[in-house]
DNA sequence: ATGTTC
């Protein structure tokens, strides 16, 4: 994809399919330490005009409300049993809790959760990393930010999605924290130990990897849908979260999820290759499900329309809504992000964190974060320009764009 | 991305 970069094993903004039934692989670094890391997008039936007044309300709130950065504690005080709902079920089971509604679940990759048997594949480490993590923002590149939608460029597709000129949304970007992170070291190391029962050489052991079919490639995609579960129930978590900061400062609203979708997962799908049909492990690292119109997969809302992809900009630039598109010869896939063009470690010399701030703010952005002294990690100068992205994503028939969001206030881990 | 090196 055009926002490729550096990364474990495998680049991110990178798609790999592997054919199943001639022995094709899953690899851990091929998906990466944050599983199913992804983009929930919110539409709200507020305008600009209800929120200026009331911008630094909402982001003071949001920043006391929704814990962010390092170990910092979860919105939901999960015990073993809440847990392991959560690795089951995803997404339903914090709707389940109370936080949610059914509608939201609708408009989720997957319905919100992949089946996942919880045995021995996620270790008593990974849970115990993430028991107290459910509902939590984490650091880097994870946000909440409160936007505008800046352009409508297909006015069809984006009355679809729910989206118009003017309007207030409000896009999440996390994943599933120590967990994910936890499950993946696991399974990393599990699979090197067993590299030479399935007779795989390799050049490097960041490409880890064991066959789909087998114990190894079998314990990994389990233990994958479990983290993917924490993941999509953590977002479902700040989405409830965000309701109540505009409830408390816009009183009643209506805000719903337009999409959910995840950019770091592996899946077992049925592609045309060749003129036949062929289960392949697609994995997709930084790069975004994007289904044409007519998937049967699609949620019946965007059966006719395809699926929204989710694109974030850097901090301070827009973010995007496309569309999948049928001439997409990726395996349904497209770009996640700007992408970066710079190291966290180059970036944090490109200046001073309170000067970003301050410079953001003169743009009408309030950043609100626990650590200014990171934030030049995601200055907008260390990313690529993501309209750039977009539209060479567009050249390459992978996404069509629907609707660009310009930034008002970002809560950064 | 990450109890930023088990």
Avoid at 109 to 121: I, K, Q
Avoid at 236 to 264: C, K, M, P
Avoid at 386 to 396: H, Q, T
Wanted: hydrophobic share 35%; proline share 5%.
């Amino acid at each position: 994809m055009p926002d490729v970069h550096w990364g474990y094993g495998f680049p991110i903004g990178g798609v790999a399919a592997t054919n199943v039934e001639r022995g094709g692989v899953v690899s851990p670094g091929g998906v990466g330490f944050d599983i199913s890391c992804g983009i929930r997008l919110l539409s709200t039936t507020f305008d600009e005009g209800d929120i200026q007044p009331r911008l630094t309300r909402l982001m003071t709130t949001l920043k006391r409300d929704v814990p962010a950065g390092g170990g910092r504690g979860g919105i939901w005080r999960a015990n073993d049993r809440d847990l392991r709902r959560v690795l089951e079920h995803g997404a339903r089971a914090a709707v389940e809790a109370g936080y949610g509604f059914t509608e939201d679940l609708e408009r989720c990759e997957d319905g919100g959760w992949l089946p996942a048997g919880v045995g021995d594949a996620v270790s008593e480490r990974a849970k115990a990393r993430g028991i107290g993590e459910l509902g939590s923002l984490g650091s880097g590149n994870h946000f909440i930010e409160l936007q505008i939608v800046d352009r409508i460029l297909d006015p069809q597709v984006a009355q679809r999605f729910g989206l118009r000129e003017g309007q207030v949304t409000a896009m999440i970007h996390t994943g599933s924290r120590g967990l994910g992170h936890q499950i993946c070291s696991d399974h990393v190391r599990e699979m090197l130990k067993a590299l030479e029962s399935y007779h795989i050489e390799l050049p490097d052991p960041q490409l880890a990897a064991a066959p789909v079919r087998s114990t190894h490639g079998e314990r990994y995609l389990s233990a994958m849908a479990a983290a993917a579960n924490f993941g999509r129930a953590n977002r479902q978590l700040l989405t409830w979260a965000v309701r109540r900061v505009f409830e408390a400062a816009l009183g009643r609203g209506q805000i719903s999820v337009v999409y959910d979708v995840s950019h770091n997962l592996a899946k077992l799908e049925s592609h045309q290759v060749g003129g036949s049909r062929v289960e392949l492990c697609v994995h997709r690292k930084g790069a975004t499900r994007a289904l044409p119109a007519g998937h049967p997969d699609l949620p019946g809302v965007y059966s006719e329309v395809g699926q929204p992809v989710l694109v974030p900009g850097s901090m301070g630039t827009a973010s995007y809504v496309l569309v999948g598109e049928s001439s997409n010869d990726a395996f349904f896939s497209t770009c996640h992000g700007a992408g970066r063009a710079m190291s966290r470690h180059a970036a944090m010399r490109t200046g001073d964190g309170v000067e970003l701030r301050r410079s953001l703010q003169r743009q009408g952005i309030l950043v609100e974060t626990r650590s200014v002294a990171s934030l030049p990690e995601e200055s907008p100068e260390a990313y690529k320009d993501v309209d750039e992205v977009v539209r060479a994503c567009e050249g390459a028939g992978l996404s069509r764009p629907v609707a660009r969001l310009r930034p008002v206030g970002v809560l950064k881990g």
